[in-house]
T-cell receptor, first 115, second 114 residues
Framework: DTGVSQNPRHKITKRGQNVTFRCDPISEHNRLYWYRQTLGQGPEFLTYFQNEAQLEKSRLLSDRFSAERPKGSFSTLEIQRTEQGDSAMYLC?????????????FGEGSRLTVL | QKEVEQNSGPLSVPEGAIASLNCTYSDRGSQSFFWYRQYSGKSPELIMFIYSNGDKEDGRFTAQLNKASQYVSLLIRDSQPSDSATYLCAVKHAGGTSYGKLTFGQGTILTVHP
């Protein structure tokens, strides 16, 4: 399977703990995006990378959130000192820019529950 | 004003009817528009994209774009119960550091009842 892969799929943690999610994009895609989705809402943009460069980060994103894509392949999203409001589905997507239509291919998501 | 707004749902239609989903966007520079379908507990999957004014048809789905009115819609003909899902409208940013980024609407829940 050459789709976008995310893990872990589910994470339950206590408030104040740190969590890390990993995303492996489609191999030939140079763009990698992180979105967050809560119940009843559309995906909310967090950040994106072109190759290893982080080009944009949402102004709404707390400094407790950090993302990396060290070699332009997989990416990690770390949330420090988790809060209950961080509970959400974290979606990773990849695309090929400027080639292709700009369609985002999503992974299955990582669901975070903060107790 | 939200960047991308979708008609409030949920929308319920009988099987075989036409479902109409609407979306407006605020950035006049946007050039490409996407409709994604998301089943409960699953990730979004692309249905269609459109970038030219007018209609684009793909099977039972028709996307319509009116850039002057900053409006995009999705029609689903002969709706089936398997079409029951959340439909997400997304707008692709055209320039600057946001080039290529998609901004999503809040989604419209569609239920097709037998």
């Amino acid at each position: 399977d050459t789709g976008v892969s995310q893990n872990p799929r589910h994470k339950i943690t206590k408030r104040g703990q740190n969590v890390t999610f990993r995303c492996d994009p489609i191999s030939e895609h140079n763009r990698l995006y992180w979105y967050r989705q809560t119940l009843g809402q559309g995906p909310e943009f967090l950040t994106y990378f072109q190759n290893e460069a982080q080009l944009e980060k949402s102004r709404l994103l707390s400094d407790r959130f950090s993302a990396e894509r060290p070699k332009g392949s997989f990416s990690t999203l770390e949330i420090q000192r988790t809060e209950q409001g961080d509970s959400a589905m974290y979606l990773c997507a990849s695309s090929a820019i400027p080639r292709g239509t700009g369609e985002l291919f999503f992974g299955e998501g990582s669901r975070l529950t903060v107790l | 004003q939200k960047e991308v707004e979708q008609n409030s749902g949920p929308l319920s239609v009988p099987e075989g009817a036409i479902a109409s989903l609407n979306c407006t966007y605020s950035d006049r520079g946007s050039q490409s528009f996407f409709w994604y379908r998301q089943y409960s507990g699953k990730s979004p999957e692309l249905i269609m994209f459109i970038y030219s004014n007018g209609d684009k048809e793909d099977g039972r789905f028709t996307a319509q774009l009116n850039k002057a009115s900053q409006y995009v819609s999705l029609l689903i003909r002969d709706s089936q119960p398997s079409d029951s899902a959340t439909y997400l409208c997304a707008v692709k940013h055209a320039g600057g550091t946001s080039y290529g980024k998609l901004t999503f609407g809040q989604g419209t829940i569609l239920t097709v009842h037998p």
